[in-house]
């Protein structure tokens, strides 16, 4: 059974940067493509950022491309979502997810991923 755990949100003034963590136990990160989500209050999950399990493929959604960065780092089993030049529209829980996949594969779709994180809270503000 894999856990996630997400660690690194928080209250940030518009076009500051925050980093987000999510740490995964039980498992190897290795073996998982992981996924990073978000939901603002009366709003659907929606996707944000995603990393193959070679770390060679990502996508992002366009409303962060350009500002946020997907990583990770499987030594440390932890995946890394940057965020920079943050906007109050950014302001969300945001979620991780993984999923057992093949190597140079991401995943877009909730749908798609079996195993979440708790979520962290993204505050920005005007």
């Known amino acids: 059974q894999v856990q996630l755990v997400e660690s690194g949100g928080g209250l940030v003034q518009a076009g500051g940067s925050l980093r987000l963590s999510c740490v995964v136990s039980?498992?190897?990160?290795?073996?998982?493509?992981m996924g990073w989500f978000r939901q603002a209050p009366g709003q659907e999950r929606e996707f944000v950022a995603t990393?193959?399990?070679?770390?060679?493929?990502?996508y992002y959604a366009d409303s962060v491309k350009g500002r946020f960065t997907i990583s990770r780092d499987d030594a440390k089993n932890t995946v890394y979502l940057q965020m920079n030049s943050l906007k109050p529209e950014d302001t969300a829980i945001y979620y991780c997810?993984?999923?057992?996949?093949?190597?140079?594969?991401?995943?877009?779709?909730?749908?798609?991923?079996?195993?979440w994180g708790q979520g962290t809270q993204v505050t920005v503000s005007s």
């Open positions: 039980g498992r190897a990160l290795g073996i998982y493509v």
């Open positions: 990393i193959s399990r070679s770390a060679h493929a990502t």
């Open positions: 997810a993984a999923q057992v996949g093949p190597y140079n594969v991401f995943l877009l779709s909730s749908a798609q991923y079996h195993s």
